[in-house]
């Protein structure tokens, strides 16, 4: 919550009404007003500088009822009406079916689709690949649960967005979100990752839909602050499935770095974005898929499609269904001898270091 100030400091912007707060990202001593407004101007500029969107297009807000994605939602209401952007904007949802978690942060997401008058589609993991977090859970362990409901994921918002007939997602990944990938890449030695993850607007390979991140200079504080004074109805428990082991390490070694220098999360990013890499040739083994029988796939050279369930790829059998083909093996050995084997999740790490 809110840093304390002394209580006859005057706003530094206004410097009319008493500062209730210390900016997270600067330090400033600002009352709750020019804090609100402040924050919203940013994005604005961000949205402006990069030209993240054109008058009349359809936007799909990723929508997880969590504090990120629920105050995107509010300030691009805001934003869409105070200068006329002429979005029409649409709450998208990926039930990933995690009983306890996932249900309770719907039911918010669809309180805030009346409180911001914003359509709102629901796609689930079940509907389109036929199992639920939980049950991959159940059949692969937690260990590797991250990296099956980012793959999954992000394929889920690409397909609800087609379904849509919209070609450009938002998310609510924030500044922290960003220098602890940064971070990330660089204590994994995986550099040829770092320069895409400070990207602002990506797209998937073969995908139709592109992804922008608007808070991509937004503090996370400041998020919550935001959330905070205007009173946002969000859900704020934690995914039931712990995060990722090295991430939060990232994470914690980030926030322990902000506390002693607020301004290191922007730098990180800057940094980033510096970091111009010497762009490899690709090779045929750089873009081989791993099967779950250990044999390889090359890439696809005649057409974008998932041999297997039709979806854009350019290798012949996406990400996901890589993963999936993982789990049934997985499933049925499970059935025939009772025994869990870890077979699915030495395809993950397999996977995670290939490049598709
Ligand atoms: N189930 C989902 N449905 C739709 N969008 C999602 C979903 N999960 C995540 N996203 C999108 O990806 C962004 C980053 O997700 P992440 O899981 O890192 O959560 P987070 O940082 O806790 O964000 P939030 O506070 O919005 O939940 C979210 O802000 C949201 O825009």
Not at 21 to 27: E, G, H, T
């Amino acid at each position: 919550m809110p840093s304390a100030v002394k209580i006859n400091a005057l706003c530094e912007l206004c410097h009319c009404r008493k500062a209730v707060m210390r900016r997270p990202k600067n330090l400033q001593k600002l009352c709750k007003e020019c804090f609100i407004h402040v924050f919203e101007t940013e994005i604005h500029r961000t949205i402006q500088r990069e030209h993240l969107f054109y008058r009349g297009e359809s936007v799909a807000i990723g929508a997880s009822g969590g504090k990120d994605s629920t105050v995107l939602a509010a300030v691009m209401k805001t934003l869409n009406e105070r200068y006329d952007y002429g979005l029409h904007l649409i709450l998208l949802s990926i039930d990933e079916g995690i009983v306890g978690y996932r249900d309770d942060s719907l039911a918010t997401v669809k309180r805030n689709q009346s409180q911001y008058e914003m359509p709102l589609e629901i796609v689930s993991y079940k509907q389109l690949y036929d199992w639920t977090m939980d049950e991959i859970v159940a059949c692969s362990g937690i260990k590797s649960s991250c990296t099956y409901c980012g793959v999954l994921r992000r394929q889920a918002l690409d397909r609800g967005a087609l379904k849509l007939e919209v070609h450009h997602v938002i998310t609510g990944h924030n500044a922290d979100d960003m220098a602890e990938t940064v971070l990330l890449n660089i204590l994994r030695g995986d550099t040829a990752r770092i320069e895409q993850s400070v990207n602002i607007t990506t797209n998937s390979q073969g995908s139709p839909v592109k992804r922008s991140k608007p808070f991509k200079y937004a503090y996370e504080k400041e998020i919550v602050l935001y959330a905070h004074y205007r009173k946002l109805d969000y859900f704020s428990t934690e995914c039931t499935y712990a995060p990722e082991a090295f991430r939060g390490t990232a994470r914690t070694l980030l926030k322990n770095l902000e506390l002693v220098r607020p301004s290191c999360i922007l730098d990180i990013i800057h940094s980033g974005e510096q970091l111009k890499l010497k762009h490899k040739r690709r090779n045929a083994s750089s873009e081989m898929e791993v099967r779950s029988n250990g044999s390889v796939s090359l890439p696809n050279k005649d057409g974008n499609r998932c041999e297997r369930c039709g979806y854009l790829s350019t290798n012949r059998i996406c990400k996901a269904c890589i993963l999936l083909e993982g789990l049934e093996i997985n499933r049925a050995k499970v059935q025939i001898d009772g025994t869990s084997v870890d077979g699915a999740a030495k395809l993950t790490k397999t996977l995670e270091h290939l490049a598709f």
